[in-house]
């Protein structure tokens, strides 16, 4: 039942999400706000569609310690359900992404229009200061920055060298860093045709002050997200490997579906 329920989940979201994005081509001409809001509606639908068929939730904890305003979010990145829930998780986030993704037709077109940031991650210092201009654009907008240190989707328990793009908008940005553990990898894996039912669990820790020496930074940044990631991990009763034993997270906060934090 469960590999049934993932096929006709699979051919929803593909057929779904394709269909949209035809669909929002004709949103181009207008301001940004207006397919960012299209597109945070498409999100919905598919959290609403995994949590109803699939049996799949999530709960989101420490939404205090996000900052009002501009701030920059390094947030686990375990799962494509990561991808698809951040701008309910958060409100008109701008995301650090490869610049591969921009090249895709429609899709490409829509991130560069919602004001997503590219770095070519083969250019090397050039593209850490194309990124960074980027980010300082959207920042100034009072929007907050989003970008993955492991730079690609990292099974759980898997360890990944943390890369130097968070480094460098933290040191540049002169902005707080809240540092973002999940456990979403266990029920949505990478690549994974199956999606489990369970209980997500997206925790928002609390913020880095900007002015810490770039290793304190990298150091302290890599052992909060990891030591929370695995606890989320244990909490929903899987090993460091990331089998799962089946006994899923208890939804003891509100699901952020209420509403996106109300920052500006």
């Known amino acids: 039942m469960i590999a049934l329920r993932a096929f006709a989940f699979n051919v929803f979201f593909m ?5 949209l994005a035809v669909l929002y081509l004709l949103l181009l001409p207008f301001p940004w706000r207006v397919m960012f809001a299209s597109v945070t509606w498409w999100a919905r639908t ?5 949590k ?3 049996g799949l939730d999530y709960v989101v904890r420490g939404q205090e310690n996000l900052p009002a305003g501009a ?14 829930a951040i701008s309910v998780l958060l409100r008109y986030p701008s995301v650090v992404l490869k610049r591969e993704l921009f090249m895709i037709p429609v899709w490409g077109w829509h991130a560069r229009h919602c004001g997503m940031i590219a770095v070519d991650r083969g250019a090397g210092a050039a593209a850490l200061k194309s990124m960074v201009k980027g980010a300082k654009a959207r920042a100034a907008e009072g929007r907050k920055i989003v970008i993955f240190p492991q730079g690609t989707r990292t099974a ?3 360890k990944r060298p943390y890369f130097p793009g968070v480094a460098a908008l933290y040191s540049q940005l002169d902005l707080p860093v809240v540092p973002v553990a999940l456990n979403s990898g266990l029920f949505w894996g990478r690549r994974a045709f199956t999606k489990l039912p369970g209980m997500i669990v997206v925790e928002f820790l609390p913020p880095i002050p900007p ?3 770039r290793a304190d930074f990298m150091a302290e940044l890599e052992q909060r997200i990891e030591a929370a990631s695995d606890r989320l991990i244990a909490e929903a009763g899987a090993d460091r490997g990331g089998k799962t034993t089946g006994k899923p997270a208890t939804a ?3 699901p952020v579906d209420q509403g996106p ?3 500006s």
């Open 15 to 19: 057929t779904w999400t394709a269909s």
């Open 46 to 50: 598919v959290l609403w569609v995994l």
């Open 52 to 54: 109803h068929f699939i």
């Open 71 to 84: 701030a920059i979010v390094a947030a686990k990145h375990q799962s494509a359900w990561d991808t698809v």
């Open 156 to 158: 759980p328990g898997d």
């Open 211 to 213: 002015g810490l020496k």
């Open 252 to 254: 003891v906060d509100n």
């Open 261 to 263: 934090p109300a920052d």
